[in-house]
C-alpha cells in the first residue's frame, strides 16, 4: 500500500511532485497514426475523399471525447470491413478508424501536456505490467513469425526497391509472410489504446467503461439488423430448412472462421443483462426487442460452440445476480410476468428454428462425428510444433496456416491466388487448384461483387496462360459471402497448354436469368467467380471482362494493375488451414507457452476486476462477466486471434474491466493531464 494515506485508501499526490509525460513522445505517436491512417484513407479503393472527411470527424471527436474512445470502436466494429468491395486485406477500414482514434486521444494528450493541464489519476501496477508484458510477447511472436516465412534484412531490402512491396502487401494471403503482420495487429490496436484508458481521471472510468458497453450494445443492433437483412434477401426470414449460417459483414469469413460466432458470444449477454435490469415500460419493451433479436442472430449461425457459450454466460450472470445480489431497482408482479412472458418467447423462438425439418437437426446429428474431426485437427496442429523446445515461443505469429497447409496430410488450401508483377511491369494473378486433393477444387475461388442483371446471359472474355491442360469455371451468382443461390456458369477445357498470354478467349455463360421473384430478392449481391477445377494446376490471369446481356463491361481492375483491388479469394470448404478452431490451442501452437500465458494472466486479472466489481454491486460487472465467461466457453472450439477485429473487441473488453474499481494496494497514484 502506498504510505501517506488511509486503509484502503491512496494518498492525493501534488502535480508538481510527479514529473509529467514527454510531449513530443505522445504527439509523435498522434501524428504517426494521423499519417498513416489518412495516407492509407487515400487510397481507398472506393470513396477515399468521403474516408478521409470521416476520418478528420472521428479524430476531433477522440480528441474532444476521450472517454468515448471505447464507445466509437466498439459500436462501429461490426460494419467497418468492406473486403468484398475493396479487396483489401492485410489493413481494413476497421484499422483505419482505430488509427483515427488514436490520432485524436494522443493528439489531446500531447496539447494537455504542452498547456501544463494535469491531475491526479491512478493506474494499477498489475495492468501496466501485463499490458508491456503483452506488447513483448506480441512483437517477439511477430519476429519469430517473420523469421519462419523466410524474412530476413535482404528480402526487405529486396521488397522496398521492387516499388510495389505495399501493393503486395496489402494484397497478399494467409501463406505469406505479411499474415505475420496482419494477426499482431490487434495485440498494437490494444497495447496503445490502454495508455488513454489508464489517464481518465477516476471519475470518467466507470462512466467510459459504461460507454464501451454500450457501444458493444449498438453494434450488436447493427448485427441483429444485418442478420435479418441478409436472410431476408437470400433465404428468408423465417426459413430454417436451408444450411445456410449468416455472416452479416464479418468478410472475415471469406477462409471460414467463426467471426460472428465471436462477436455475438461477446455481444449477447449484454441483451439478456439489459432486460434483467432495464427499468419496466418502454425501455424495458426495447432491451426484449434486443433479447429477441440477438437469439435470432444466434440461432441463425448454426453454431452448436455459440448456443453453448451464449446458455454458458447468461447462466452465469444468472448466477452471479444471485451470488452478488445484482437486482433492478423496480421489481413486482408486473416485472415477472413481463420476464415469463419474453422467456416462453425465446423458448418458442428457439424450439420453431432447432424443432422439425431444420438444417439444425442435421448439425446436430452430426455431432459426435464432427467433434472427433475436430480432436483430430487439434492433433495435427499441435503436431507442427517440432521440436519441443519450439513451445516456449512457439511457431510465431500467423504462421499456423502456411504451416498446416504445407506439412499436414491432406490440410492443404483448396486453392491460391497470388498478385504479381511481371518482368514487363504488368501484373497478373497466379490462380491455383488445390495441391493434390481433386475433392475440394470447387471450394475455392477468386470473386468480385457486381450488380446483376435482370435478364439474359453473361459472357466472360480472358487472357490467361496456362503451362499444361487443365479446367476451371467461371460463374455469376446470387452469393452474400459464402453460398450460391442461382448462378449462370460455365466450365471451360481447354485441351493443351494455352502459350499465348494476348489472345482474349471469351465464353458465354450458361443458365438462368436472375429475375427477382420477391422485392427483397431484387436487391441480392452478385458474385463473379474464377475457380480452377484441377488439382496441381494453375493458370496465370492477365485480364478478365465480364460483359452483362447488354455488352456492358462490369468488372473493375480487369487487369489486375493495382494488385487484387476490388477482387476477394473465396473459400466455400476446407477451412481447417487457416483455422485451429480452439482459442487456447491456437494461443499456445502460435505464441508459445510464454505468448499463452501471458494471455492467461490478463483474461485471469480481468476476471479478478469483474469479481471486485460484483462485490461492489456494480451493474456493469454483470454483463462483463457475461461476455468474459461466454467467450471463454466458446473458445473451447473457436479460435480468434487469427481475426484482427475480432480480437480487438476481446482485448478491448479485458481492457475495459480494469475501469471497473480501483485496487488500491495494486495501484500507484501519478499525474497526469485532464
Same mark, same amino acid.
Given at each position: ?437 481433386? !475433392? ?107 460483359? !452483362? ?126
Amino acid at each position: 500500500m502506498a504510505d501517506g494515506g488511509a486503509p484502503g485508501e491512496l494518498p492525493e499526490v501534488p502535480a508538481a511532485a510527479v514529473r509529467p509525460g514527454h510531449a513530443a513522445g505522445v504527439l509523435s505517436i498522434a501524428w504517426c497514426a494521423a499519417a498513416t491512417g489518412l495516407g492509407l484513407a487515400a487510397q481507398h479503393p472506393l470513396a477515399p475523399w468521403v474516408l478521409i472527411c470521416g476520418l478528420c470527424l472521428v479524430m476531433a471527436w477522440a480528441a474532444w471525447r476521450p472517454s468515448t474512445i471505447g464507445f466509437v470502436l466498439a459500436a462501429a466494429l461490426p460494419v467497418a470491413g468492406w473486403a468484398p468491395w475493396t479487396g483489401w486485406w492485410l489493413v481494413d477500414e476497421f484499422d483505419l478508424l482505430v488509427l483515427a482514434v488514436l490520432a485524436g486521444g494522443y493528439g489531446r494528450w500531447g496539447l494537455d501536456i504542452l498547456q501544463r493541464r494535469w491531475v491526479a489519476v491512478r493506474t494499477s501496477r498489475v495492468w501496466d505490467r501485463l499490458v508491456v508484458a503483452l506488447a513483448v510477447s506480441g512483437f517477439v511472436s511477430l519476429v519469430l513469425g517473420l523469421r519462419d516465412a523466410g524474412v530476413g534484412i535482404d528480402t526487405v531490402t529486396a521488397a522496398w526497391s521492387s516499388g510495389d512491396w505495399m501493393t503486395r502487401a496489402q494484397y497478399a494471403d494467409h501463406d505469406s509472410a505479411f499474415n505475420a503482420l496482419r494477426v499482431s495487429k490487434s495485440i498494437l490496436w490494444a497495447v496503445l489504446c490502454y495508455p488513454l484508458m489508464r489517464r481518465l481521471p477516476d471519475a470518467l472510468r466507470l462512466p467510459s467503461a459504461r460507454l464501451t458497453a454500450a457501444g458493444l450494445t449498438m453494434g450488436l443492433c447493427l448485427v441483429i439488423g444485418l442478420v435479418l437483412w441478409e436472410r431476408l434477401r437470400y433465404v428468408g426470414v423465417f426459413s430454417f430448412t436451408e444450411s445456410y449460417r449468416t455472416v452479416a459483414a464479418f468478410w472475415e469469413m471469406h477462409v471460414g472462421g467463426g467471426a460472428i460466432d465471436a462477436y455475438l458470444a461477446m455481444a449477447a449477454p449484454l441483451a439478456f443483462w439489459a432486460v434483467w435490469l432495464s427499468p419496466v415500460g418502454w425501455r424495458w419493451g426495447l432491451a426484449a426487442l434486443l433479447a429477441l433479436g440477438t437469439t435470432y442472430a444466434v440461432l441463425t449461425t448454426y453454431s452448436r460452440g455459440l448456443y453453448g457459450a451464449v446458455l454458458v454466460g447468461t447462466a452465469c450472470m444468472a448466477f452471479m445476480a444471485w451470488r452478488f445480489g445484482i437486482r433492478p431497482r423496480d421489481g413486482g408482479r408486473r416485472r415477472g410476468v413481463a420476464l415469463a412472458a419474453l422467456l416462453i418467447a425465446l423458448l418458442a423462438e428457439s424450439i420453431w428454428v432447432l424443432s422439425g425439418p431444420s438444417a439444425m437437426a442435421g448439425r446436430l446429428a452430426r455431432t459426435e462425428t464432427d467433434l472427433m474431426e475436430r480432436i483430430n485437427h487439434w492433433r495435427d496442429g499441435i503436431a507442427l510444433v517440432q521440436p519441443a523446445s519450439q513451445w516456449w515461443l512457439g511457431l510465431g505469429a500467423g504462421r499456423l496456416p502456411a504451416r498446416y497447409s504445407a506439412q499436414v496430410p491432406g490440410g492443404e488450401f483448396p486453392g491460391r491466388a497470388q498478385w504479381q508483377r511481371r518482368d514487363s511491369g504488368v501484373g497478373q494473378v497466379v490462380l491455383s487448384g488445390p495441391a493434390a486433393r481433386q !475433392d475440394i477444387a470447387h471450394d475455392f475461388a477468386l470473386t468480385q461483387k457486381v450488380d446483376l442483371a435482370a435478364q439474359g446471359n453473361y459472357r466472360v472474355r480472358l487472357r490467361y496462360q496456362s503451362d499444361a491442360p487443365l479446367v476451371f469455371l467461371l460463374s455469376v451468382c446470387e452469393r452474400h459471402l459464402l453460398y450460391d443461390v442461382r448462378c449462370q456458369w460455365r466450365h471451360v477445357r481447354p485441351q493443351s497448354a494455352v502459350v499465348d498470354g494476348g489472345l482474349w478467349h471469351e465464353i458465354a455463360l450458361r443458365g438462368p436469368g436472375f429475375k427477382p421473384v420477391g422485392r427483397a430478392m431484387a436487391w441480392r449481391d452478385g458474385m463473379f467467380a474464377v475457380t480452377v477445377l484441377t488439382a496441381g494446376q494453375s493458370m496465370r490471369l492477365h485480364a478478365v471482362e465480364l460483359l !452483362d446481356p447488354s455488352g456492358r463491361q462490369v468488372l473493375r481492375n480487369t487487369d489486375f494493375a493495382v494488385g487484387l483491388r476490388h477482387w476477394l479469394p473465396v473459400a466455400q470448404g476446407q477451412f481447417k488451414p487457416w483455422h485451429m478452431d480452439n482459442l487456447y490451442l491456437e494461443a499456445l501452437i502460435e505464441r508459445g507457452a510464454l505468448g499463452a500465458l501471458v494471455l492467461f494472466l490478463l483474461g485471469a486479472w480481468g476476471a479478478r476486476c469483474i469479481l471486485d466489481g460484483l462485490r461492489a454491486r456494480e451493474p456493469l460487472a454483470l454483463a462483463l462477466a457475461g461476455s468474459w465467461m461466454s467467450m471463454a466457453a466458446l473458445g473451447l472450439v473457436i479460435s480468434v486471434m487469427e481475426l484482427p477485429r475480432i480480437a480487438f473487441m476481446l482485448l478491448l473488453i479485458l481492457l475495459t474491466t480494469s475501469q471497473l474499481r480501483r485496487i488500491p494496494q495494486y495501484s500507484r497514484p501519478v499525474t497526469d493531464c485532464n
